[in-house]
């Protein structure tokens, strides 16, 4: 059993930042892919950002160079800092873990990120 514990998120003017935190706990490799996904009202599920065990990083293009992951693999948590927000961020922002090697996911409850003036 895994489970991935969010915290960060809330409101925030547009050009302002916010930090969100993703622990993951239980039965779970060290060895996996962690990432954020969001989601806004009526739309899909997107991957926002990504990074391998290795430090390998991935990031959707409306984030680069604005946000910026990582992680602590002694203390199975990721981060996310997002920097200069847009109303456009506004969304849930899903925790995601993917063992390496594996087709499984396991998510986050979800933390709500609203960006507004």
């Known amino acids: 059993q895994v489970r991935l514990t969010e915290s960060g998120g809330g409101l925030v003017q547009p050009g302002g930042s916010l930090r969100l935190s993703c622990r993951a706990s239980g039965s779970t490799s060290r060895l996996n892919v962690m990432g954020w996904y969001r989601q806004a009202p009526g739309e899909q599920r997107l991957l926002v950002a990504s990074?391998?065990?290795?430090?390998?990083?991935d990031y959707a293009d409306s984030v680069r160079g604005r946000w910026t992951i990582s992680r602590d693999n002694a203390a199975n948590t990721v981060y996310l800092q997002m920097n200069s927000l847009k109303p456009e961020d506004t969304a849930v922002y899903h925790c995601?873990?993917?063992?390496?090697?594996?087709?499984?996911?396991?998510w986050g409850q979800g933390t709500q990120v609203t960006v507004s003036s």
């Open positions: 995601n873990l993917r063992p390496l090697g594996t087709s499984l996911d396991y």
């Open positions: 990074i391998h065990v290795d430090g390998t990083v």
